[in-house]
């Protein structure tokens, strides 16, 4: 892993025969508390679109950071969208991927509380899927950051600025 966080992304190899292991086999949370990396969606509540204003997108950007920092959860890439986020994250010694899920979204939801949302932010879980090999991750940070792009919210993933990665220079 260590070699991977001082690397630039487009170094990392990528198997093309390299597939990306859904979580089908047991519950998300049972996967993401002993997967070394991940990809995790969460999911706003019924999918409002309560994350475009600028305003809680950004504390939820801030959020990320400051966990990362205090936890030592890697995050390789993140995606916060209207009504979902995204993030491609490595456990740390003191903190697996479902505590640090768990505790993102609690920290957005009392920004979202202290913005004036009244009603619960998010889906009770989350979506997610293992990834195995670290031939893997610049497939799924790819995947990740041109959320965007795909969406129409931005021409190119680096003009959204709720997209980025802690870890690496992609």
Request: charged share 25%; net charge positive.
């Amino acid at each position: 892993m260590n070699g991977i966080t001082e690397r630039r992304l487009e170094e990392i190899p990528l198997a093309e025969d390299v597939a990306v292991s859904w979580w089908q086999c047991k519950p998300v949370e049972v996967m993401a508390r002993t997967a070394l990396m991940g990809s995790i969606t969460l999911d706003v509540r019924e999918r409002r679109p309560w994350l475009e204003s600028r305003r809680l997108a950004g504390h939820a950007v801030t959020a990320l950071r400051q966990l990362a920092t205090v936890t030592g959860v890697s995050v390789y890439a993140y995606c916060v969208m209207p009504d979902h986020v995204h993030l491609v994250i490595g456990r740390s010694a003191r903190c697996d991927l479902r505590t640090f899920a768990l505790r993102f979204k609690r920290q957005v939801q009392r920004a979202a509380w202290d913005a004036g949302l009244r009603e619960r932010l998010w889906q009770a879980s989350f979506r997610g899927h293992v990834v195995r090999h670290p031939e893997q991750l610049r497939f799924v940070m790819g995947e990740v950051l041109e959320n965007p792009v795909r969406r129409g919210l931005a021409r190119y993933w680096k003009e959204y600025p709720y997209a980025g990665s802690l870890t690496l220079d992609p």
